[in-house]
C-alpha cells in the first residue's frame, strides 16, 4: 500500500530507527536521510544513519553529515530500517543489503518509477522531483517544525534532482515547498556555488579527459562519453568527481539522448542515462537491469568497457531508427 500516514505512524513507533539512501549517495539520498535523521532526533529518537559508499567531499557542508557512519552499521538494537531515494534493495549497498530480509521492518520512501517497493511500509510518488519533497511532507506529519539545519538539506536535496528547477520534473509544488525552506533563511547563493559553481581542479582535469571521448551518433540525437578506470587515474580524480559529466554530451544542440560510460573495474560498467523530451530512459536502463526516472536513469552491467559501449549504443539507436528529428 502506497501511504505517507502508515509510514509516519511507523516511523512514530520506532524508538532506534536506522536510516539510509542508496550506493554513491548523490544530494537528493544525503539531503533526504539528513533531513529525516535531523527531525526525528528532534523527536528523541535514537537515530542511527549508515551510508555504504563514503560522501563526496562536495557534500562535507551539509548540517549533521559528521553523524552519518561509512561502510557498516554499528551492532545494535534497530527497530524499523528507512530507506530513501532507493527504489531496490541492492542500492543500499553491501552493508546494509543484508538488513532488508532479517527481521527488521523496513519503510521506504522514494520517488524512482517502482510499482513493486520492497518495504512492509511504503510511500513511492513517482511525480515528486526529489525525495526530500517527499520528506518535508514526512516531517510536517510528524510536526517537526522546520529549521535552518532541515531545510539546507532539504534544499540540497530539492536543487540537485532539479537541476536547479530546470528539469521537467519541477512543478508548482516543488516551488512553493521551496519558498518555505527559503523562509528559513537558507543562504541559497552560497549553496549554489557550494554544489554547482565550483570543483576541484582534478574534476576539471577529469572533464578534459572525458570530453576527448565525446561522440554524437550520425543522427545527432544520441551523445556519448566514455571513462575508463586509466583515466580516472591518469588525473588523480576518484569517482566522486564524476557527478555531473553527463551534462555535456546532454548540452549538445539536438541531443535527445545523452549517455556516460564509467568502467568500474574489469568486468562492470557504470551506464548513465538523460533524456530531454521523449525517449524514457527508465526503460531504457530497465532493460539493461537498472531503473530510474523518465528523464534520468542508470544500470550497471557486466562486461569490458566497450562491449558495453556496443551492446547499449546498439539498444539506443534502435530507438531512433528512422527518425531524422532535430536533424
Ligand atoms: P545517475 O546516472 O546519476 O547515477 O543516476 C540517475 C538516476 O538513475 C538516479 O535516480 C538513480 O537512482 C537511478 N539509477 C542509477 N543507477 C541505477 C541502477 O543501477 N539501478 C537502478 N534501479 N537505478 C539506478
Ligand atoms: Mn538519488
Ligand atoms: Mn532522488
Request: proline residues 4%.
Amino acid at each position: 500500500m502506497n501511504n505517507l500516514m502508515a509510514v509516519a505512524e511507523a516511523i512514530k513507533k520506532a524508538r532506534r530507527p536506522l536510516l539510509c539512501g542508496h550506493v554513491m549517495p548523490d544530494g537528493d539520498s544525503l539531503g533526504s536521510v539528513l533531513a529525516l535523521g535531523l527531525g526525528l532526533r528532534l523527536l528523541g529518537k535514537e537515530v542511527t544513519i549508515v551510508s555504504s559508499d563514503p560522501i563526496p567531499d562536495l557534500y562535507h557542508f551539509l548540517p549533521g553529515v559528521e553523524t552519518v557512519i561509512v561502510g557498516k552499521v554499528p551492532e545494535g538494537r534497530y527497530d524499523l530500517l528507512v530507506a530513501v531515494d532507493c527504489s531496490v534493495p541492492e542500492r543500499l549497498g553491501s552493508a546494509l543489503e543484508a538488513f532488508v530480509n532479517n527481521g527488521l521492518p523496513v519503510a521506504v520512501i522514494d520517488h524512482h518509477v517502482n510499482d513493486q517497493p520492497f518495504g512492509h511500509y511504503n510511500y513511492v510518488r513517482a511525480e515528486a522531483a526529489a525525495t526530500g519533497e517527499i520528506i518535508m511532507d514526512l516531517l510536517d506529519l510528524l510536526q517537526v517544525p522546520l529549521n535552518l539545519d532541515l531545510a539546507i538539506n532539504l534544499y540540497t536535496a530539492i536543487v540537485t534532482d532539479t537541476g536547479s528547477f530546470r528539469y521537467e520534473n519541477t512543478t508548482a509544488e516543488t516551488h512553493a515547498r521551496t519558498a518555505r525552506l527559503l523562509a528559513c533563511g537558507i543562504p541559497v547563493s552560497r549553496l549554489s556555488n557550494q554544489i554547482f559553481g565550483e570543483q576541484p581542479l582534478v574534476s576539471l582535469r577529469l572533464l578534459e579527459v572525458a570530453l576527448g571521448t565525446l561522440a554524437v551518433s550520425h543522427c545527432g540525437q544520441i551523445a556519448w562519453m566514455s571513462i575508463s578506470r586509466e583515466q580516472i587515474k591518469s588525473v588523480g580524480a576518484g569517482d566522486q568527481h564524476i557527478e555531473g559529466l553527463i551534462n555535456y554530451p546532454r548540452k549538445i544542440k539536438g541531443v535527445e539522448l545523452a549517455i556516460v560510460f564509467r568502467e568500474l573495474d574489469e568486468q562492470r560498467v557504470k551506464v548513465s542515462f538523460r533524456s530531454k523530451y521523449r525517449v524514457d530512459v527508465n526503460l531504457l536502463a530497465k532493460k539493461f537491469g537498472g531503473g530510474g526516472h523518465v528523464r534520468a536513469s542508470g544500470c550497471t552491467i557486466e562486461g569490458r568497457l566497450e562491449q558495453v559501449k556496443e551492446l547499449v549504443l546498439k539498444e539506443a539507436k534502435e530507438l531512433f531508427r528512422g527518425d531524422s528529428h532535430g536533424r
